[in-house]
């Protein structure tokens, strides 16, 4: 009965799990479309040689934007997360209540805060729209190539920072007060603390966070659709290899395949040596 | 000493307050407007008006939509955390050999990326595409936070806390293996089923993506498929999209509001751990 309970929660596990991350790098060779019944062929590797070519027109400006995208959420994410966390780590009413508000949108989901944002930066009679109006801005924000960008970046960050800040607040909710309190009565400043005990103890923290938030912004891109569907100077790898495959105009999923082994790679050529950087950090802050 | 800390604790506070309550409320107040009110004064309230609410029921088709979403988002999170629970017992109780392998094994689904590509193709091929078991198959180990490896990471860890003597007793009264879990293990464990369960449901419940590659009859469509279509469809119709995104949040919100100190818990635990 056990025996039989595990082999069936591995096979679900490996058949939905294991399966489709080996057949995404098989489907990167071949031509296949959603078209059913069409045949497939192995093309070897020139769905990755195309990518680098001018025939495929989109990757070279997918890896910008991919960059600033993950290079701007990281960042963002993790600084106003600390500053939260810093502020909602007590027991009081006013905290409890701040760390319910900062973590709702994970409640909410992408879709409805696609649309919740939407609906505040439409470009006809939103508030924002009237706001930016009151200086003779006028935009159509999400659907503008110099706006689309950094609200996109925005809102991911709006999304996700309620989960990094209680992460921050468990870390700092583990360092012994004691240690405060030692400080403070041997005269060390407020700066000095934070320097000399918060910092290295929250070392692990911030690895955790910073590696979520990473390995996050290159990966997700279900809010990119929801926003602005790549549109607008939005479209990442992760976005790319899904409008080439479902988007409006191609059924490429060869293709789309290829692109996200390569931001798969990506991610692991970025993540793994900063994973090891942040862990040395650790040690050494922590002695 | 004390002066910059009131001050910089009430700027947080404004901040979250402008960051994330206003924008909620916006949306709220929105859903209340008439269509006429808010096109003349889109940032004043006028007198709330529900008809809203009504109209985008119906010309979204949420009602239909609603149910596919709690059965789509129960059934494969429950299937989750049960076939996670069945994963995470012998492995917890070091029952096999490779138990640490196995879990690391399990472990990596959590950072794997999952692409929709294979997905779709496994869809097709399995004959999954475009139906309802299909669809939450899949999405047993799919959505924003995989389901399946994430409940037997928390299962795993809480099942150590849970006596070996209890399973010797049960083994001496000749209990079955599966009554076992379901009348000791599952009480025991209660905390880390709910945010296994919780977790997953949630992925399943706001996933956009998946109802957009793995279904095609509208009649299958969940709720977040239904409202992002009613919004590509009337653009400039503000209020009613308001009232769609009031309805289709007001579920998972109260649950999230309902949930909240167990979710808050295991967050910050598993923060503590790193």
Same mark, same amino acid.
């Given at each position: ?25 098989? $489907? ?91 609906? $505040? ?53 583990? $360092? ?112 | ?114 692409? $929709? ?158």
């Amino acid at each position: 009965m056990m025996w039989g309970g595990l082999v069936l929660g591995v096979a679900v596990y490996v058949l939905f799990a294991i399966v489709p991350m080996i057949g995404n790098v098989i $489907i990167s060779f071949t031509d296949y479309t959603a078209l059913p019944g069409a045949a497939v062929h192995n093309l070897g590797f020139s769905n990755y040689t195309s990518m680098f070519s001018t025939e495929a027109p989109g990757f070279e400006p997918a890896i910008v934007a991919t960059v600033v995208f993950v290079v701007a959420v990281t960042l963002g994410q993790n600084i106003l997360a600390l500053l939260f966390a810093h502020k909602l780590k007590g027991s009081g009413k006013f905290a409890a209540a701040g760390r319910l508000l900062v973590f709702l949108p994970i409640a909410l989901g992408v879709t409805v805060i696609g649309l919740i944002w939407i609906l $505040i930066f439409n470009s006809q009679e939103g508030p924002m729209a009237s706001f930016f109006g009151l200086f003779g801005v006028h935009s159509a924000f999400f659907g503008a190539d110099n706006w689309a960008m950094p609200l996109v970046i925005l809102v991911q960050i709006w999304q996700n920072v309620g989960f990094s800040t209680l992460i921050f607040i468990g870390g700092l909710r583990a $360092i012994d007060p004691a240690l405060y309190e030692a400080a403070a009565m041997d005269g060390v400043g407020a700066w000095q603390r934070l320097r000399r005990i918060t910092f290295p103890l929250l070392a692990p923290s911030v690895t955790v966070n910073v590696m979520l938030a990473v390995v996050g912004a290159f990966t997700t891109y279900n809010l990119i659709y929801v926003l602005t569907d790549g549109q607008y100077g939005t479209q990442t790898l992760g976005m790319l290899s899904y409008n080439v495959a479902f988007g409006s105009f191609d059924s490429n999923l060869g293709y789309g395949a290829a692109v996200s082994v390569v931001l798969f790679v990506i991610t692991l050529v970025v993540a793994l040596p900063m994973l090891a950087l942040l862990r040395r950090r650790e040690r050494g802050l922590l002695g | 000493m004390r002066r910059p800390r009131l001050v910089s604790g009430i700027s947080v506070g404004v901040l979250i307050t402008l960051l994330f309550l206003l924008p909620v409320l916006y949306v709220v107040m929105m859903a209340f407007e008439t269509p006429s009110h808010f096109l003349n004064s889109p940032m004043t309230p006028g007198s709330p008006d529900v008809s809203n609410f009504g109209n985008a029921w119906n010309s979204a088709d949420l009602g239909p939509e609603l149910l596919n979403t709690v059965l789509y988002s129960v059934v494969a999170a429950a299937l989750a955390v049960g076939l996670g629970l069945l994963i995470a017992f012998p492995i917890a109780r070091r029952l096999l050999r490779g138990h640490s392998l196995l879990f690391t094994f399990v472990f990596v689904g959590l950072f794997l990326p999952l692409s $929709i590509i294979p997905m779709y193709a496994e869809a097709r091929i399995l004959g999954l595409f475009n139906n309802r078991i299909g669809y939450i198959l899949l999405h047993i180990t799919m959505a924003g936070i995989p389901g399946l490896p994430l409940a037997v990471v928390v299962l795993t860890a809480s099942l150590a806390s849970v006596p070996l003597e209890l399973d010797e007793a049960a083994w001496m009264e000749g209990a079955s293996y599966l009554a076992y879990l379901g009348r000791v293990i599952v009480p025991l464990t209660r905390p880390a089923l709910l945010i296994g369960f919780l977790y997953a449901m949630l992925g399943v419940w706001n996933d956009i993506i998946g109802p957009a590659v793995l279904l095609a009859d509208p009649s299958l469509e969940p709720v977040t498929k239904g409202i992002y279509t009613f919004y590509g469809s009337n653009l400039s119709q503000y209020t009613l999209l308001a009232a769609g995104v009031v309805i289709v949040s007001l579920p998972v919100v109260l649950l999230f509001i309902a949930s909240q100190r167990q979710i808050n818990r295991a967050t910050l635990a598993g923060g503590v751990k790193g």
